[in-house]
């Protein structure tokens, strides 16, 4: 660890150690990566993992006021319109406006089960029903509005369909809301 960086290592020589607040600073600067190994699907190396995490990486201090971040659109099989929500700070009710739409359901997905929760606090990914405007890297309360995308499509494409235009345009648009 000393190695990575020269103040470090100069004080190591000079009969200094390395201390954990010493590690905490060069993970902060990208200076020094820990790898563990293990397996999620046998519980190896899962307790080494948490404790690294644990000691090495600071908590960051939750926000009071609401903040939300949407990074992702999709569907359920009924075909109702999921909006995907990391929670920032404070936390999020079912009934609350949202701009000026109202969260019908908050929900916490394991695979393709879900619970439906009351309330969602800082921290958890959700997704909420209800949101019809809502759009990938929207901010809500205290979050600030993503950056616009960087990535330009370099390829022209067209759409050749046997199928009603006017039934095609509504899935084009579902296609974009979900991967613009």
């Known amino acids: 660890?000393?190695?990575?960086?020269?103040?470090?290592?100069?004080?190591?020589?000079?009969?200094?150690?390395?201390?954990e607040g010493n590690?905490?600073?060069l993970i902060r600067k990208r200076k020094l990566f820990p790898c563990c190994f293990g397996s999620g699907l046998k519980l190896t190396g899962?307790?080494?993992?948490?404790?690294?995490l644990d000691t090495y990486i600071?908590?960051?201090?939750?926000?009071?006021?609401?903040?939300?971040?949407?990074?992702?659109i999709s569907r359920d099989p009924q075909g109702a319109r999921l909006t995907w929500l990391k929670i920032t700070g404070g936390d999020l009710k079912v009934r609350t406006l949202l701009g000026d739409e109202k969260i019908q359901q908050i929900r916490r997905y394991s695979g393709e089960k879900f619970t439906l929760l009351e309330h969602a606090e800082a921290g958890i990914l959700c997704a909420v029903t209800g949101?019809?405007?809502s759009y990938i890297g929207q901010g809500f309360g205290t979050e600030p509005a993503g950056s616009p995308p960087v990535l330009q499509s370099v390829m022209t494409y067209r759409v050749s369909s046997a199928t009603d235009p006017?039934?095609?345009?509504?899935?084009?648009?579902?296609?974009?809301?979900?991967d613009p």
């Open 1 to 19: 660890a000393a190695l990575c960086d020269e103040a470090l290592l100069e004080s190591f020589l000079a009969g200094g150690t390395v201390t």
């Open 23 to 25: 590690i905490r600073g």
């Open 46 to 52: 899962i307790d080494t993992l948490l404790q690294i």
């Open 58 to 72: 600071p908590a960051f201090p939750r926000k009071e006021e609401f903040g939300a971040r949407v990074y992702k």
């Open 131 to 133: 949101l019809t405007k």
């Open 166 to 178: 006017s039934k095609l345009l509504p899935m084009l648009r579902q296609l974009e809301e979900e």
